[in-house]
Nanobody, 115 residues
């Protein structure tokens, strides 16, 4: 069982920034591929950004150039730095961990961007 605890969500104006954090309880955090997903009302849950255990990253086209995913294995933490936020980024953001076919999800944190 892997517990994922998220923080950093909130309300910001368009053009502002937020940094989301996700702390994992597993002792083998360094072996997990990590990611951030989001879901807005009426939309499917979508991948926002991912980072492999080797440090490779990928992003949704809608956030490329604005969001940055990173990880600190010493702190069992994955981050999502979100800059130049847009109202379209408003959603519940979920932390995700994957290892050998196992998938774990955080509780979600609300990000609201006002215009």
């Amino acid at each position: 069982q892997v517990q994922l605890v998220e923080s950093g969500g909130g309300l910001v104006q368009a053009g502002g920034s937020l940094r989301l954090s996700c702390v994992a309880s597993t002792s083998i955090f360094k072996l997990y591929d990590m990611g951030w997903h989001r879901q807005a009302p009426g939309n499917q849950r979508e991948l926002v950004a991912a980072i492999t255990r080797g440090g490779d990253t990928n992003y949704a086209d809608s956030v490329k150039g604005r969001f940055t995913i990173s990880r600190d294995n010493a702190k069992n933490t994955v981050y999502l730095q979100m800059n130049n936020l847009k109202p379209e980024d408003t959603a519940v953001y979920y932390c995700n961990a994957n290892w050998r076919g196992y998938a774990y999800w955080g509780q979600g944190t609300q990000v609201t961007v006002s215009s």
